[in-house]
T-cell receptor, first 114, second 110 residues
């Protein structure tokens, strides 16, 4: 158990809809990272927050947004969903603002868009 | 942007055999890390390499970073079914944007 909790574990929705994925980092970790993993794209970095502030941005679509709350949990919002958004979305946390390499990953949220 | 290429893409070995997975970068690596993932589950950190020529071991898994810091290898000695999974190399990129390879799927036949 990594200590990182993601909900929901599975989500099935329709194109055009909006969903919110939630992540609770390990106790004491200030950084939260979001990744998207799909068969054709592999593991792609989306965005990182550190202590409530956006720290780094990767290949995150404009239809997607994220935030980190004062209690350090984070949410990833996906809107106007398309079939291609079907993927496994991972949250990871670390104690530091810059990646040290040792990230603690949650079990992921599997999104299926029909 | 930095790209990581892993080889082989998949590997099937008999239990007890040794194996090596490679990770090659298009740019100098300043932090290279290895993760293991079981299908559909989260990634588990294995080890991180930062210095040219550095080598680290954990149980029967050894990772090395070459002197030029553009290639890393992960070696498993006397493989066991518990080693099966997907191995991914990752690296720190510019402005905190981490990059991962596409992964190597390892199957260990008992």
């Amino acid at each position: 158990d990594s200590g990182v909790t993601q909900t929901p574990k599975h989500l099935i929705t329709a194109t055009g809809q909006r969903v919110t994925l939630r992540c609770s980092p390990r106790s004491g970790d200030l950084s939260v990272y979001w990744y998207q993993q799909s068969l054709d794209q592999g593991l792609q970095f989306l965005i990182q927050y550190y202590n409530g502030e956006e720290r780094a941005k990767g290949n995150i679509l404009e239809r997607f947004s994220a935030q980190q709350f004062p209690d350090l949990h984070s949410e990833l919002n996906l809107s106007s969903l398309e079939l291609g958004d079907s993927a496994l979305y991972f949250c990871a946390s670390s104690a530091y603002g810059q990646s040290t390499g040792e990230l603690f990953f949650g079990e992921g949220s599997r999104l299926t868009v029909l | 942007s930095q790209e990581l290429e892993q080889s082989p893409q998949s590997l099937i070995v008999q239990e007890g055999k040794n194996l090596t997975i490679n990770c090659t970068s298009s740019k100098t690596l300043y932090g290279l890390y290895w993760y293991k993932q079981k299908y559909g589950e989260g990634l588990i950190f294995l080890m991180m390499l930062q210095k040219g020529g550095e080598e680290k071991s954990h149980e029967k898994i050894t990772a090395k970073l070459d002197e030029k810091k553009q290639q890393s290898s992960l070696h498993i000695t006397a493989s066991q079914p518990s080693h099966a999974g997907i191995y991914l190399c990752g690296a720190d990129g510019n402005a905190g944007k981490s990059t991962f390879g596409d992964g190597t799927t390892l199957t260990v036949k008992p």
